[in-house]
């Protein structure tokens, strides 16, 4: 996999490292699991192929999920806003730009500038909501939100997963999670207004 650089701050250059938001990103880490589990108990190889190929299955209707649902919105709506840069392979995976408060990693970079300037990116691009993480306090986006007239539209789940009952238990149920806000948040027709 082709790492994609942070581009940005303290970290530009270095591989941003939050693949695992891509449900087609994902898939690439099954097949490497798949291969380390087999090599470590070629007995359990048919076990191994069967269980990758089924999750593999898995992650691939979320992939066409993602893509008819993100090929419904305009261009000028495929702008996904969020406190940090977690989402760069998400968004080259599925035609989405994104912005952001800070690149990764760096919640306490946040500046007045910063948030000038996203305020303005929301309201220029009439972004109908903006997200933020679990693991962050998401009170500047809130205020990026208001000052923008944009809606928070919900957290994300991206460098945790939430409690067995909650919405992100596992990688999938995260991705599908953070899926369906996107979708949600983004959609501008009449049933989600």
Known sequence: MEPLLITEDAYSGKPNPHAWMSPQRTMGY????????????????????????????????????????????????????????????????????????WPVNAESEITPKRMARLIDTVRERQVPAIFCE???SDKAQREVAAAAGARFGGTFYVDSLSSPDGPAPTLLELQRHNVGLIRKGLDLSESNR
Do not use: M, W
């Open 134 to 136: 679990s693991t962050v």
């Open 30 to 101: 099954v097949d490497h699991l798949e291969r380390a589990f087999s090599q470590l108990d070629p007995a359990g190889a048919k076990v191994f192929a069967a269980n990758a190929s089924a999750y593999k299955a898995k992650l691939q209707a979320l992939d066409q999920e993602l893509r008819k649902s993100i090929a419904a919105l305009p261009a000028q709506q495929r702008l996904l806003v969020s406190c940090e840069g977690a989402f760069t392979y998400l968004a080259a995976d599925y035609g989405l730009e994104e912005a952001y408060l």
